[in-house]
């Protein structure tokens, strides 16, 4: 114990108390871990080796799996029944699925991919990848910045953002699964860069292969390995030369990232005849009215509102020019893109708790946070005690709000200031709260008219 680290220790309290909250949810202890947004993530598995058909024809004359809300599948143009999520989580899903298989059928329970221990098992292998994530971003950070810095990032990524409330009250969703990708990337391609290994590159390849078949436009973190160790677009002619001598490791990357993508271009082609084919049907971006102030600052699911900590991970961003960081560049072309393409998307609320779509970026934005701690606790003692004190009362906030969005007094798509302040500070409802909710016109959305 006595050369636990600092930022060690907090990596293991994060951890500890993520654990101990999916422990005691009641998410856990009932049947409502495959739901919503995870159906259709989790559907490609019991529709493949249970019922033997991923075409999902056993479902025509049987309207109940929809009622019962366990496959939602689309219909394409030529009438066949498609998953609408690509298959990246499914993926991540299937070992804990296979151990759920094998565990019900010990138990004497129905193996239908609906009985309890596929619930269980599903919300374990969240906790299971964060858990790998947390420890390799600590593994990151710490090969530039101080130990202490890299416990304070630590505990406000894992506990003072709304990491927390999708990595233990709604862990099965994609966002806890696609912040530790991120994190095992970035960890991969700066260990891996100085001295080439096959495994680093391959392992790096299949990371970003993962995110982009969980969310494409996860694509962007392709920027950090092509653009690592350059601070300025001059420098590109440096970063080729790096990329010609070590043209088989490049290649083995680009192999191993595509390939992930070949099982659902072969599904695509399976169902519709074609390689590509858009599930979303009417969702889509609107890249000519971007909702950038609006994701950021509205009361309705905006970032900073209701994570408003992470306003040092972005003033932090500051550090891409000053420093001399071998990710310098591509964070300072990764954040303003990903925000405007995020934004851009016809729900860019993303019906949840605060933004979680930013969370996939949160492996990066922990790279300006530590940078600020650091400059704050080097400082003087009345500096860092505040520091201190505002990584603190961060973690107490977002976990009142956790709270409250846990009791409905954060709305998941009908927040505006009057239910903000109606809400504030209580765990209990008022008629002003009542009926200060409006939610959105969807169809209205879908037009990028809302």
């Excluded at 609906?114 to 374990?124: A, C, D, R, S, V």
């Excluded at 990357?253 to 695509?268: I, K, M």
């Excluded at 009215?289 to 500051?318: E, H």
Aim: hydrophobic share 50%; net charge positive; proline share 4%.
């Amino acid at each position: 114990m006595k050369n636990l680290s600092a930022s060690s220790l907090a990596c293991a309290v994060v951890i500890g108390i993520l654990a101990y909250s999916n422990f005691n949810i009641a998410r856990w202890k009932n049947l409502n871990v495959i739901d919503w947004d995870v159906i259709g993530f989790y559907a490609y598995l019991p529709a493949t080796f249970i019922h033997h058909d991923y075409r999902l024809e056993f479902l025509r004359g049987h309207p109940e799996y929809g009622a019962e809300r366990k496959f939602w599948p689309q219909t394409a143009p030529n009438g066949a029944l498609v998953h609408k999520p690509t298959m990246g989580m499914a993926l991540l899903y299937a070992p804990f699925f296979a151990l759920a298989h094998i565990h019900t059928q010990s138990a004497g329970l129905p193996p239908d991919g609906f009985t309890i221990y596929y619930h269980q098992y599903i919300h374990l292998s969240a906790l299971f990848y964060l858990t790998i994530g947390l420890i390799l971003l600590r593994r990151t950070l710490l090969r530039w910045f101080s130990d202490g810095a890299v416990a304070t990032t630590l505990l406000v990524t894992g506990l003072g953002t709304n990491l927390f409330f999708y990595a233990t009250t709604e862990a099965a969703m994609s966002h806890a699964y696609t912040f530790s990708l991120s994190a095992a990337l970035l960890y991969l391609v700066s260990k891996g860069h100085d001295a080439p290994r096959w495994r680093f590159t391959a392992l790096a390849g299949l990371c970003l292969g993962l995110m982009t078949l969980i969310r494409p436009v996860n694509a962007l973190f392709a920027l950090f390995p092509v653009l690592y160790g350059m601070q300025r677009m001059t420098d590109a002619t440096e970063r080729l030369h790096w990329m010609r001598q070590n043209w088989a490791h490049v290649l083995l990357f680009a192999c191993v990232a595509a390939t992930v993508q070949l099982p659902q271009l072969l599904y695509w082609k399976s169902l519709t005849g074609h390689w590509f084919f858009y599930s979303y049907l009417d969702e889509g971006f609107f890249f000519l009215k971007p909702r950038v102030l609006q994701g950021i600052f509205s009361f309705r699911n905006g970032w900073l509102v209701y994570t408003p900590i992470m306003a040092f991970a972005l003033a932090g961003a500051y550090y891409w020019n000053v420093s001399k960081h071998p990710f310098a560049l591509a964070g300072k072309v990764f954040l303003p893109v990903y925000l405007y393409v995020v934004f851009s998307w016809w729900c860019w609320w993303y019906v949840g708790f605060g933004n979680r779509a930013m969370i996939d970026s949160y492996a990066v934005m922990a790279l300006p946070l530590a940078a600020v701690s650091e400059q704050l606790l080097v400082r003087s003692r009345s500096v860092r005690r505040v520091w201190i004190a505002v990584v603190l009362l961060a973690i107490a906030f977002n976990g009142f709000q956790t709270l409250q969005y846990r009791y409905g007094l954060v709305h998941f798509d009908g927040m505006n200031a009057r239910a903000y302040l109606a809400s504030f500070g209580r765990l209990t409802y008022t008629d002003a709260y009542k009926q200060a909710i409006r939610s959105p016109d969807y169809e209205r959305a879908k037009r990028g008219e809302e």
